[in-house]
């Protein structure tokens, strides 16, 4: 009673002023450009206004005055981190529309390719939620991993970063002797680094201090803003696209979806920990059935001449094979009219794709469903009533990637 | 491939419920398509969402020159219990287009109607903060309509009368 009291006056003497804060648009602590302006309580935060598009180029825009096989690139800026994933979810969606059916071992390869990215997307999350909590050795042991991943990608499509990998029908080579050593070596040195990394921080008093409850969000929220991926997993919910839906032979695959708990950020940090683990049993799994395939060699739909670039010793001595070059070279493969939505699961949730097309040479409309543009919306309900150093944590547990962000 | 409900089975459902409101239902690869006219949409996706259909995947616009209803709006839903998917359709021939928000069914849906209005000058009544999202603020017209065309500039090979098209 006498408390009551005590803070009825209190009320009533003093005023309460909120101080503005400006965190960004560039700012070292939110890797990306974001801003939010963040309305204070001293070191607490009461409300954020989110200003986002700084990074903005028009993909969808763009897109409408592109080849289908020129958006391709376009998708690799989306989520910069893992890049293959997005390119598979556009040749898919293409391949969904033009009907296209891949042999089994284009299939698997690509879930090599896309398991690839998905461990190096979350090795960047996971190291950097060490680096911001402020332990940077953790950082230090598994980031050359990413290198070694980006080392395989080269092998394979020549590029490390904006990959541009896969073409529509399949793979544009065959993954060569090189690449598949540098696989090998992944999975045999990743497992101990990993637990390297694993025993620095899982059970690390500190970390655990400064990341349990830190931005939690509840998974009936979760769902309301339209959570997907290792996000909302964090915040118990089983949804993964590749078990749901399942695409390029998933659901021949044995692995677990991890889930948390509070959702909150240590949450998210042991789901994307645990997936990393399960890619690495992904990949092993598809390495086993491509020894089990009869087929060795094919790496694109062999029914397709219109979307498949031909065999460039064909180009030279076969008429139908010239004719093929000239019409893709020339992007004049037009697709079937039609609209279709697609999704993969991205490194931060279900990356979808919804092409209309009208039968010419471009797409009509092509709009993203960018995982990360939808689930930031829920950060000012995440890091209400937390501190400021909660809110950055917060922020890059979250993942958001500036590049899917804006689009 | 999707699981749907099957496109008769929503008609059936959907016009028990709103009768001549919902115009065409079909399906469209491995998803139905409803459309539906604008002034029952909201009940229609509220209904929907009590009866499973809880997930909203995102929302569009489209702008189809030319027709007599030139301005769609497009809703992905989910229903994860059944693993169903479904998406709405609703087209507007007024200019500006005027469409009733769904914030208040799902939040998400705040930034994708943001982002219809950036793009597509759609406007949603009732929206907490109707502004643009990913353009500069003062900024003209409407992006993704197709009266502002794309040039590719580099390219003048490219005459459309080449190709027989």
Request: with cysteine; charged share 25%.
């Given at each position: 009673?006498?408390?009551?009291?005590?803070?009825?006056?209190?009320?009533?003497?003093?005023?309460?002023?909120?101080?503005?804060?400006?965190?960004?648009?560039?700012?070292?602590?939110?890797?990306?450009?974001?801003?939010?302006?963040?309305?204070?309580?001293?070191?607490?935060?009461?409300?954020?206004?989110?200003?986002?598009?700084?990074?903005?180029?028009?993909?969808?825009?763009?897109?409408?005055?592109?080849?289908?096989?020129?958006?391709?690139?376009?998708?690799?800026?989306?989520?910069?981190?893992?890049?293959?994933?997005?390119?598979?979810?556009?040749?898919?969606?293409?391949?969904?529309?033009?009907?296209?059916?891949?042999?089994?071992?284009?299939?698997?390869?690509?879930?090599?390719?896309?398991?690839?990215?998905?461990?190096?997307?979350?090795?960047?999350?996971?190291?950097?939620?060490?680096v911001d909590s402020g332990a940077m050795t953790g950082f230090l042991y598994i980031f050359q991993f990413r290198e070694h991943?980006?080392?395989?990608?080269?092998?394979?499509?020549?590029?490390?970063?904006?990959?541009?990998?896969?073409?529509?029908?399949?793979?544009?080579?065959?993954?060569?002797?090189?690449?598949?050593?540098?696989?090998?070596?992944?999975?045999?040195?990743?497992?101990?680094?990993?637990?390297?990394?694993?025993?620095?921080?899982?059970?690390?008093?500190?970390?655990?201090?400064?990341?349990?409850?830190?931005?939690?969000?509840?998974?009936?929220?979760?769902?309301?803003?339209?959570?997907?991926?290792?996000?909302?997993?964090?915040?118990?919910?089983?949804?993964?696209?590749?078990?749901?839906?399942?695409?390029?032979?998933?659901e021949e695959f044995d692995f677990i979806i991890p889930v948390g708990t509070n959702g909150d950020t240590y949450d998210r940090f042991m789901v994307r920990e645990q997936e990393m683990w399960e890619s690495i049993k992904i990949i092993k799994q598809a390495i086993e059935k491509l020894d089990k395939l009869e087929d060795k060699t094919s790496y694109y739909a062999p029914d397709v001449p219109d979307y498949y670039l031909p065999q460039k010793l064909d180009v030279y001595t076969k008429m139908e094979a010239l004719i093929y070059h000239f019409k893709i070279i020339m992007s004049e493969t037009s697709v079937p009219k039609g609209e279709v939505y697609h999704c993969v699961e991205g490194g931060n949730g279900e990356l979808g794709y919804y092409l209309v097309s009208d039968g010419g040479r471009t797409p009509y409309r092509l709009h993203m469903r960018r995982p990360c543009f939808i689930y930031y919306q829920g950060y000012p309900e995440m890091i209400k009533g937390g501190y400021l150093s909660d809110a950055i944590l917060t922020m890059s547990s979250m993942n958001v990637i500036a590049g899917e962000l804006d689009a | 491939m999707f699981q749907t409900i099957e496109a008769d089975e929503l008609e059936k459902m959907l016009k028990e419920h709103f009768g001549e409101k919902i115009i065409s239902v079909e399906k469209l690869y491995d998803v139905s398509v409803a459309e539906i006219s604008v002034d029952v949409i909201k009940n229609v996706i509220i209904w929907l969402k009590e009866n499973g259909f809880a997930y909203l995947t995102?929302?569009?616009?489209?702008?189809?020159?030319?027709?007599?209803?030139?301005?769609?709006?497009?809703?992905?839903?989910?229903?994860?219990?059944?693993?169903?998917?479904?998406?709405?359709?609703?087209?507007?021939?007024?200019?500006?287009?005027?469409?009733?928000?769904?914030?208040?069914?799902?939040?998400?849906?705040?930034?994708?109607?943001?982002?219809?209005?950036?793009?597509?000058?759609?406007?949603?009544?009732?929206?907490?903060?109707?502004?643009?999202?990913?353009?500069?603020?003062?900024?003209?017209?409407?992006?993704?309509?197709?009266?502002?065309?794309?040039?590719d500039q580099a390219r003048f090979d490219k005459d459309d009368k080449m190709f027989g098209r």
């Open positions: 009673m006498k408390e009551d009291v005590n803070q009825d006056t209190k009320q009533e003497v003093i005023s309460k002023e909120y101080t503005t804060l400006n965190l960004g648009p560039t700012h070292p602590a939110t890797h990306g450009i974001f801003q939010n302006v963040l309305k204070m309580d001293g070191e607490i935060v009461v409300d954020t206004e989110q200003t986002i598009g700084y990074i903005h180029r028009a993909f969808e825009k763009l897109s409408e005055r592109r080849p289908y096989g020129q958006i391709t690139p376009i998708t690799d800026r989306l989520n910069y981190c893992s890049s293959p994933l997005n390119n598979m979810g556009w040749h898919m969606t293409v391949e969904k529309l033009a009907g296209i059916k891949l042999p089994k071992r284009v299939e698997y390869l690509r879930i090599i390719i896309m398991e690839l990215a998905r461990i190096s997307d979350h090795i960047i999350c996971n190291s950097v939620i060490g991943i980006y080392d395989i990608y080269e092998e394979i499509c020549g590029a490390r970063m904006n990959t541009n990998i896969g073409r529509i029908g399949g793979l544009e080579r065959d993954f060569n002797q090189a690449a598949w050593l540098k696989i090998e070596k992944l999975l045999e040195e990743l497992p101990r680094c990993l637990k390297e990394f694993e025993a620095l921080l899982v059970r690390n008093r500190i970390f655990m201090d400064r990341t349990i409850n830190c931005g939690p969000i509840s998974a009936e929220l979760a769902l309301a803003y339209s959570f997907s991926g290792p996000n909302l997993r964090a915040a118990g919910v089983d949804y993964d696209v590749r078990v749901m839906n399942p695409y390029s032979s998933y | 995102t929302c569009n616009g489209i702008h189809y020159p030319d027709t007599p209803k030139p301005f769609c709006m497009v809703y992905h839903l989910h229903d994860w219990k059944r693993n169903l998917r479904i998406r709405l359709k609703t087209y507007v021939h007024h200019d500006p287009p005027h469409f009733p928000t769904i914030t208040d069914v799902w939040p998400a849906a705040n930034w994708m109607e943001r982002e219809a209005y950036d793009f597509f000058g759609f406007h949603f009544d009732g929206h907490p903060k109707l502004k643009r999202i990913l353009n500069e603020d003062s900024m003209v017209g409407w992006p993704l309509r197709k009266e502002y065309p794309l040039e």
